[in-house]
């Protein structure tokens, strides 16, 4: 009890601290909603930090724009004679708001999480990055050694970036699940082959759903024995630490890491830009634009981390299956992003990607579309999916747009982690089922 009267305290002593200064990084800063159908040479200005686009729908697009830009762009989008609606004229006062009237750190934080510990992933608050490394260590002691954390390296500014597996074999002593026939030559090929899922969260700051939903993951993959017995399950929740921290303090809206860059006043370095695989398609060189490459591919230590221990996962077994969780929009996406060229494996990936949907949809009614990424969304190259593809030759290769449609878009309620989850869950372990020996065709065994 005196630990978490210590966390409510000092919450509450953190949050009037921080009341004045929070979210000043968007003062003036403004949310605009455009036509669907822009003028191509706007493209360029949504590239390189003019407009920094927050969804694409059928009938408009909204789009954050800096403080500093506002003149520009109303000058530009004259010219072309493109009109706009303003939605939030400072997002820094509308961010004071909806704290205000939506507290995210609130009594239940500490009823769930004592001073040093979190023994369950919060499902109706975002969790700090400090609640989510209590986690982390809660779950690696709980659940060892089926479950097993470690960092795979470090952030810009020095943070861990922890990496969960979940070895395959199913629970230990005590599992009541029904075990695998080993006896049988097609379920003995397949344990052999020791299968392996990649599963990645965070990388972009502002989605919050995004590593929220991986911890839930997280704990219900140590829970389910059976789902994993001959699939191993590797998930990083938060891949940009930097990031996220920042966005809870300083710029909700924050999408890159925190690499200083020199000369530019604009800082940060787009994370699913910035990977070895046609770099530079749908990307920008410019440092203040939302989807800045960096100066080479791989050149920041986040992306590094996430290559080699990527690398040593399919070096060490058969990566037959990789997930990258972002926000927002209900889309399941397959490669390529950098081009419209169909990529290999294409008919299996769309018939996996429909089993997901179609499990995800019958939780909550939630409809996720199941699209390409270039032809159904935009161009986008140096993301970890095109490189899992293209490099590692991976078979299902997918980034999974998470809720919302765009009502609360990455300002998504608390309220709904859970169900987010939920069917994310659904939809996830079609796919591994799919994936393991009892849903393999008659006959040889196929990858």
Known sequence: MAGRQLLACALLA?????????????????????????????????????????????????????????????????????????????LAEHFQGERRRRREVDSREAGSCTADSCPAPLSDAYMTLQQMEFYLREINTTYAPRVSVQSIGKSVEGRDIWMVHVKSGGCAQGDTQPQVNLRHPRIAYWMMKRRAVWIEGGLHAREWISPAVALQLVATLA??????????VYVVPMANPDGYLYSWASNRLWRKNRRPISGGGCDGVDLNRNWGYKFG???????????????????????????????????????????ALHSYGQVLMYPWGWTAEEAPDTPDMRRVGE??????????????????????????????????????????VYTLELRDEGAYGFYLQASQ???????????????????????????????
């Open 14 to 90: 953190a949050a009037v601290g921080a009341a004045v200064g929070f979210q000043e990084g968007l003062r003036g800063h403004q949310i605009w909603e455009l036509p669907s159908s822009i003028p191509a040479a706007l493209e360029a200005l949504l590239r390189d930090g003019l407009l920094d686009a927050l969804d694409h729908s059928e009938s408009h697009r909204r789009v954050h724009v800096p403080a500093e830009g506002l003149d520009t762009a109303r000058r530009i989008l004259g010219e072309k004679g493109v009109g706009y609606k303003v939605l939030v004229d400072d």
């Open 281 to 323: 398609v749908g990307a920008s060189s410019n440092p203040c634009s939302e989807v800045y490459k960096g100066p080479a591919t791989f050149s920041e230590p986040e992306t590094q981390a996430l290559r080699d221990a990527m690398t040593a996962v399919a070096d060490g077994g058969n990566l037959e299956l990789v997930v």
């Open 223 to 232: 829970q389910q024995c059976s789902v994993t017995r001959a699939i191993d």
């Open 417 to 447: 982690i859970l169900p987010t989850a939920e069917e994310v869950w659904q939809g996830l372990r079609m796919m591994l089922l799919a994936l393991t020996p009892e849903k393999a065709p008659a006959g040889a065994p196929q990858a």
């Open 355 to 396: 089993m997901f949907a179609s499990a995800a949809q019958k939780r909550h009614g939630t409809v996720y579309s199941v699209v390409n990424s270039a032809s159904g969304f935009y161009y986008a190259s140096g993301a970890t999916d095109d490189w899992a593809k293209g490099v590692l030759n991976t078979k299902y």
